[in-house]
């Protein structure tokens, strides 16, 4: 599909695991990140993904990566940013202080460390526009004020995203994805699952295949840059 490969962060689980498997059944090469081992590991291998260990909280950790991948390969036809950390802020003022650097670390820092350190490789693929996508989160635009530090920091990647859009233009788009109810956190209570989905105008929980979709729909497309797509089954328009 495309020759150079596709770096996705978080790819150990959940959405980014189905982006990075999807893009192989698709004839995609793919260099998957991930923090944590686990068994989804070997079966991304087996089906042809390059791996990347890394913690993205740390300006170190986000460096160790981008040497890695750059030791892999050469090129990069996109980069996927779906590294994400997400809990309510917390009570204590230092213990949220602590979260607030830990949300700015993966949601901001690292995609921008990332971005900058990878550009040449991006500049160099064969495709061009090559892409950086950033998932982001509805919450972004409309924010949660429980989780006013998350949202805050996916709010700051959506505003670094507009200013890369501009800087890396014509060679290189950068867009975002604004998942809404994707896939439920196992915290997420049947309460509030419920009341998630009376807001969400299709009334379901989207699961990770239209998020794949969406990616597929803005590398494939060499017009869109600057542009933040939810996939909520409608949720930003009910809150
Ligand atoms: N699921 C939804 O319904 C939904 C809704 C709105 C937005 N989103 C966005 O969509 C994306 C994927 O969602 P998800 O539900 O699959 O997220 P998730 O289950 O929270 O997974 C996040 C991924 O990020 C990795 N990660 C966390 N902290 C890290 C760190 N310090 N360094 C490196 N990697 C780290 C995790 O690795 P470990 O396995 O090691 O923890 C995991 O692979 C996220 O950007 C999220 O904000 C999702």
Redesign the pocket.
Known sequence: MFSDPVLI?????????HLARRLLQDGARVIA????S?ENLETLRAEGAQLVQ?????VD?SLAVAEAVRAMTPALRAIV??????SPTADDPREAASQFI?FF???MQ?PWLLNTTLEPLLRASASHPADIVH?????AERPHPEFDL?CAT?AGLENLSLSLARRLAPRIKVNC?????????PSHTPEARAKVLAETPLGR??G?EP?YRALRALLDNDFITGAALPV?GGRHLAR
Do not use: C
């Not at 990140?33 to 944590?36: E, F, G, I, L, N």
């Not at 890394?54 to 740390?58: E, F, I, K, N, W």
């Not at 998932?135 to 919450?139: G, P, S």
């Open positions: 962060t978080g790819a150990g689980r959940r959405v980014g695991l990140h991930y923090r944590s686990g890394g913690d993205l909280a740390t950790g940013h779906n590294a994400s950390a997400f830990q670390g993966i949601h690292a998932i982001t989160d509805i919450f998350y996916k994805i604004r998942p809404g109810p994707i896939l439920f956190m929980e989207g990770p998020v909520d």
